[in-house]
């Protein structure tokens, strides 16, 4: 499928993963123990045929730099084809004007460049599987403008809640696209994924910026409703949208239980990341480990439960570990207790013994920090 | 080549009979080792740690898998620029016909022009079968230092298996007196262990020479270490100290295995700055169940454990399901052991399964069992 | 393996000995081309821009240069994750010894272990010594839309040469109704281009059967091929346009250089969208003299020209020092034209040094003279 | 070598290449055809066994992570060794503020990790061939606590104007490192390259920041200079210093001399870069090309003289380039007349016929500009 190229898009203003994000845009946060967020993008692009990508960043790039090397680890043709990371250099963390649009409007040079006649955007904040190239037949063939790709929840009051919808007619036609505001149960959930022609796609970038300096991709795309034949086309299987810290400690957590797992993950499916050449993990005569996910080059001397350990965490004696997250090299002391955390890589949780918070406002522990 | 002017060939061309089906598809340097690895990630890993750019593999036996594993060099990193991992099977030239390698000596002299391509000053001679972690660099730094023709790294052995390994007799200040194949009273216990720096002009010789004589089985150890010493050339022991093992038998693979449950392993995998490098297998963390019970184990990434697991390693992929049990055993990838079975001091083979409530092994046997073949459970 | 199921097998075992002293030291695809290339870049160059990700290739004579270069997947961007190229050479199995391939289809027979291991729907088999540009993925996609078995590429050859190719004759879908090995008598002009795409699982069973088989030569174009048409398959044609060149000679090989030169060749290596990948030279851009005069030529980096340079073809690091005349030659690889020396209608082999004032070729030979020793000149 | 880490620092605010800058930091900047400025540094430090290197950058980072990758055309070994691209994001383009020491500091953290005893520190526009094991095996016979790495001229009063000297004593001592003035023909240029303790280098960071925000690594090693023992290295062979938009157009041409390019490139010493897979140089009927040198990829049927082509550049007919640097793809068009001229990447030069400059003053036409 050479007929796309695909473009992975910034986090939007309104999106902010309090704690983790301070140190790497969201793409670059840790996920499911080895993973990162954008693996899963760009893996779905990588497994759709997808070879010359373009991932849009705005700061702290250093951690993702690191991570997406020339892309090898997801099996793109290092002649053929290319991981791009462009960078917005005008405009502030929380300015107004940080939009999508602006990323792309100062990278029009590199978007013109490309010969591909259709272009798939998908976040770097969302979880799913998805086969581009059927999608993009798809849409070829119903002769669509655009095609929005969308997933219908029934839990859209209290979550999702800074997410867009999408406003549906009986064919399938988007009437509007518009934030969620809670108000309804069922929703069908913007995925924020757009396939459309790439001149398509400049004319708008074009057109939104002349309209509004604050107007997103999505904002045009919603002016345009009555214009141009949008389309939704929904989207089956598992889906996690990480637009803050609690969807993002949900959507870990979920991931635990194997039939979630089990759909967003198979054989056919590979999702790639980045190896570290890590051991695998080594339990001991005192650990108790019960529903959890463990990577590698762990030390397991305590008891985990309900958690994700990430690479080359030490939970030594004593300790206990329960509905928590563990990022990478993270060491829980002996005897200290830690309960609905997301603790950071490499902090060292030693002398204060009870590190505990509700399931409904879990607790973050900051990178590096010791305790 | 430009870091330290020495080019490394790993021999790897043995069946490794021994290990019986586990070799039946596969070269014993491709046997799978402690969870994640290859044997021959070992002297791989330590090339790629030791600087080296250009390492020659040199197969013969089923090397289908051992040749596809080793060619993707960026596994060791060893995919840059001028570097490189060399697939080297016999071959057809136009003055030679396709002919197997008839010993250590000869796999090199058939690559002789390989050799010659890099002309390094140096050349490390390894053995694709042995598990242990060294810095070739410092071998190589210490062989410069003695003005040596030939280095020949070696470990300290219990006297009494001496007799099992070629033994290195050497002065104080580690020059070479005499060397014995397997000797029945062995005057030292500095065992070789079959890796070998020559000054490449020096074996390029001795090579051309050992070629052209009948009598000669076209083995280091058995011919060119004795003729160098007969010419009298400076031969340099160097002594390692640290894990070294050669996995010739299933009791023995086990064993390695079982050497990683140590809190203290010498081997000590988890060191971040000797990593060993291998395959990059996608597949989620190991996920364990809410009835698992595992303890002193090693466990790795694609595995789901519901069972109970007690000083065993399981390797990638694998299933222990609830209500199973797998004691002191090793459980090579994708092996899955179905609910009830029970499994003790057994070696699983990769991708076999062992049936609903079937028992494997005892607890008390002399010998490891291998499991080679699926053991129908209750159906 | 994800993007189109289809796994390439590149037949790279030939001597290619019309090519003489060309290949004392490598086999045919690995023998220059066009400045920079080696002819096996065309078929890995045309697999990595299809999208094709893992690419057997099958080596036997004289292999070492080949296979090490072709090992080096990171030259064609197959070296990502799960992409790569891998040599086959014969090997030695438990069941079987070391045994060189007796045919291009005995080749892939002996590898079948190596293609189930990916388990592709497809596989496209390649001969490794012709030089063009393809789509395969266009292949594919006329090879599934026409629910063929397997479909073989042709190019229309002048009628008066048919009688040299393996021609198809097919109706107008595309079907091919017979097949004739170099017929006296053609019946079309459609030259079987040795480009085949099999449906694997029937492919498969087709190896098997011709293993067993004591009168088959092991040969795509003599047994399979035509035992799929005995057996009423769908065997389609897929006409292909464009440049196309089969250098068996020294003859056609200069040819085939000299054809870049025209202002708009066929060939366009100059397409941005079409590259075609080989080894990075690490050498400055070339260097032309205050002396030079280049008039139509091909010239690539780490040359010095200093002299007279007309309707030529000058490889990597070649040298043309001043008041040298090189015309309607070839300079391979390093090769040395010192001061004086002139040369009209030659291919200079790799590395060859013509001396001072030499005179090597003449204007109006018939054929070309290769050259692949020194030449001296007056000193 | 495993001794020491290596630092390719970044360009001071006192260095500025007129014009090419405004699209790329200077080691992006194209050199002699086919490489990038940044490629010297980063293969004397591959050459010289050194395989983890940090590259401070400040902006317009895309064209040189593009280029550097994951290091791979250095012959750095992938999973032992690492580039790593470390960004700058606090201050402005041509703030007082923009030292290197800013930059260290602000990168700290991965200083800190690295486990090396040494550090050799290079900068990314200087273009010279050293072998820094020997350097270093040098500094630590030597006893020195810095060793400075110069370069003598005789022709201080007209160039190297930009850069810093060494006043030496005769033990090769250095009394001071203070700016070239133009007073004196000859001087010790300094190549603003150090080798030292990282435990010292992390010290004088800290130091200088305490003592001044504006101050340098040059000011503080200057200092220092009679608390420490500090000493000078000399340098032989090719040394190019390209700090302003003269010094880059000499540096080029004076490397079509062969005895000049052969002094700095040597076969056993590979100058690495990321190859473009171009095709060989086609010559046409009508093209005269001497004393030049050219890259892959271009169609000339025009006249070249005392020149460097970049890759895939069109020289057409009738078209004369004398005394010019023309980068990778630029069109001279037919007829037209190009001398004393930097042309940079993807210009055309189409329609005016006369495009001529002095030789002391050379012209430059902008990226993708079409005259």
Known sequence: MYKAFGIINPAGRHIWVEGLQSYRPIGAISFMGRYRVIDFPISNMSNSGIDRIQIYIRRKPRSLTDHLGTGRQYNINSKRGRLEVLFTENGAEHDIYNTDIASYSENMECIERMHHPYVVIAPSYMVYSADYSELLQDHIDSGADITLLYHPVDNAKEAFLNCNTLDLNRQKGVLAVERNRGTAKSRNIFMDTYIMKKELFVELIHKAKSMSSMYTLADIVNYECNELDIRGAAHHGYFGSITDFNSYYDANISLID?????????????????????????????SSVKTSVVSNGCLIEGTVENSILGRGCHIKKGAVVKNSIILAEAVIGEDVHVENQVVDKRAKLLRVKEIVASKEKPGYIKRDDIL | MKQNSMLAMI?????????????????????????????????????????????????????????????????????????????????????????????????????????????????????????????????????????????????????????????????????????????????????????????????????????????????????????????????????????????????????????????????????????????????????????????????????????????????????????????????????????????????????????????????????????????????
Not at chain 2, 281 to 299: E, N, Q
């Open chain 1, 258 to 286: 194997l039939k979630n797992s089990t759909s967003l993950f198979n054989d056919d499916w590979p999702i790639y990341t980045k190896t570290n050449d890590s051991c695998p993990t080594q339990y001991f005569d005192t």
């Open chain 2, 11 to 379: 021999l790897a061309g043995g069946r490794g009979s021994r290990l019986h089906d586990l070799t039946n598809k596969m070269a014993k340097p491709a046997v799978a080792y402690g969870g994640k690895y290859r044997i021959i990630d070992f002297p791989l890993s330590n090339c790629a740690n030791s600087g080296i750019d250009v390492v020659g593999v040199l197969t013969q036996y089923e090397s289908i898998l051992l040749n596809s594993y080793v060619a993707a060099g960026r596994r060791w990193g060893l995919d840059a620029k001028d570097s490189g991992v060399f697939v080297l099977p016999p071959r057809e030239k136009a003055d030679a016909n396709l002919n197997v390698y008839r010993g250590t000596a000869d796999a090199i002299s058939q690559n002789v022009d390989f050799v010659d391509s890099y002309s390094p000053e140096y050349v490390l001679i390894l053995s694709g079968d042995h598990i242990y972690k060294m810095n070739y660099a410092k071998m190589l730094a210490e062989h410069k230092a003695c003005n040596a023709d030939a280095t020949i790294a070696v470990i300290e052995v219990p006297m009494r298996e001496a007799s099992r390994f070629g033994i290195m007799n050497a002065d104080e200040a580690g020059r070479i007196l005499d060397f014995e194949e397997k000797p029945e009273h062995p005057k030292s216990n500095l065992a070789s262990m079959g890796i070998y720096i020559f000054n490449w002009k020096l074996l390029r010789k001795m090579l051309v020479a050992d070629m052209k004589n009948p009598d000669s089985s076209h083995d280091f150890g058995k011919d060119i270490i004795p003729e160098l010493l007969n010419d009298g050339k400076n031969l340099h022991a160097y002594k390692f100290k640290g894990y070294w093992k050669d996995v010739g038998t299933i009791d023995s693979l086990w064993e390695a295995n079982m050497d990683l449950l140590a809190a203290d392993n010498e081997l000590n995998l988890n060191d971040s700055t000797w990593k060993i490098y291998t395959e990059d297998v996608t597949t989620l963390p190991h996920y364990v169940g809410p009835d698992a019970d595992i303890k002193r184990a090693f466990i790795t990434q694609g595995c789901t454990i519901n069972g109970e697991v007690k000083n065993s390693v399981l390797f990638t992929g694998t299933k222990v399901a609830a209500g199973a049990k797998v004691v002191d055993s090793v459980l090579m990838p994708g092996a899955v052991v179905e609910e009830g079975a029970v499994i003790h001091r057994a070696l699983i083979a990769g991708g076999i399964r062992i049936g609903k409530q079937a028992v494997v092994g005892s607890a008390d046997s002399e010998h490891i069992e291998l499991v080679a073949k699926r053991v129908k459970g209750v159906e």
